[in-house]
């Protein structure tokens, strides 16, 4: 079966880096779009960055523009997202987020998520 499985999370003080990794089985990953997607506690989930199928198409939220970096590599069947100059605000579950299509912004499988937590 589709299955997401985000790992690279955890605490990092203000400022510092991570890269959040998430491993796709069960489709063939290279073509799909894929998303990361975040949740504070108390908040809604909000995207973060959106990478097309062939990488060719990143969006990014504004909070996070310049700072996190979403690329894929098809032959690991893998997601990234590379953070940096992380903020408080940044401190949330991170969801990695398979689409519907090749460049569909909708998504239709989520992983478990992984633990950010920056603070010093």
């Known amino acids: 079966q589709v299955q997401l499985v985000e790992s690279g999370g955890g605490l990092v003080p203000p400022g510092g880096s991570l890269r959040l990794s998430c491993a796709a089985s069960?489709?063939?990953?290279?073509?799909?779009?894929m998303s990361w997607y975040r949740q504070a506690p108390g908040k809604e989930r909000e995207s973060v960055a959106f990478?097309?199928?062939?990488?060719?198409?990143?969006d990014y939220a504004d909070s996070v523009k310049g700072r996190f970096t979403i690329t894929r590599d098809n032959a690991k069947n893998t997601l990234y997202l590379q953070m940096n100059s992380l903020k408080p605000e940044d401190t949330a579950e991170y969801y990695c987020?398979?689409?519907?299509?090749?460049?569909?912004?909708?998504?239709?499988?989520w992983g478990k998520g992984t633990l950010v937590a920056v603070s010093s």
């Open positions: 990478i097309s199928w062939t990488g060719g198409i990143e």
């Open positions: 987020a398979k689409s519907y299509g090749a460049t569909s912004r909708d998504m239709d499988v």
């Open positions: 069960g489709f063939q990953f290279r073509l799909y779009a």
